[in-house]
């Protein structure tokens, strides 16, 4: 009789990786630099997901430069249409004044982030409103328990 391999996956473990969606409304700022930090700072231990309910054309160059300067790099990401599908594969759903337009599952976290929509300002202003992003990214991972990296 032929003996399996002993195996090394623990039932105890949790294989999967929380996951993590940001909505505002052109997602082309406010979402997209939630996005980069929890990317940056999960070191991948989170699946991110970014939407809007109607994107803008491309991302917020203020946005862009303002990550540049804590060195996060956005430049590549493209605004994409909310899906009901990314709702549904995602474990928190936090939202950035998209107002009604999110649907809505039962068994997801929901959190709505108060934050001042940077579209049309320059990156002076823009710059509080990362660091407000950065800290709450931060107490995402605590409540994630996934411990930041940078």
């Not at 936090?94 to 049309?120: H, N, Q, S």
């Not at 823009?126 to 990214?137: C, E, S």
Request: proline share 7%; hydrophobic share 40%; net charge negative.
């Amino acid at each position: 009789m032929t003996e399996s391999p002993p195996t090394t996956e623990r039932a105890d473990v949790a294989t999967t990786r929380p996951s993590v969606l940001f909505v505002c409304v052109h997602n082309a700022g406010r979402s997209q630099m939630a996005a980069g930090f929890l990317i940056a700072l999960s070191g991948g231990a989170v699946e991110v997901r970014s939407a809007g309910s109607m994107p803008a054309d491309q991302i917020n160059p203020a946005a862009v430069e303002a990550m540049g300067e804590v060195g996060i790099d956005i430049r590549a990401e493209k605004p994409k249409i909310l899906t009901t599908d990314a709702v549904r594969a995602s474990d928190v759903v936090i939202t950035m004044g998209c107002g009604d337009t999110c649907p809505f599952y039962p068994g997801k976290r929901y959190e709505d982030w108060v934050l001042e929509d940077p579209a049309g300002q320059g990156v002076a202003a823009v710059r509080p409103i990362r660091d407000q992003i950065r800290t709450r990214v931060l107490t995402l991972l605590t409540e994630l328990g996934v411990e930041a990296v940078a």
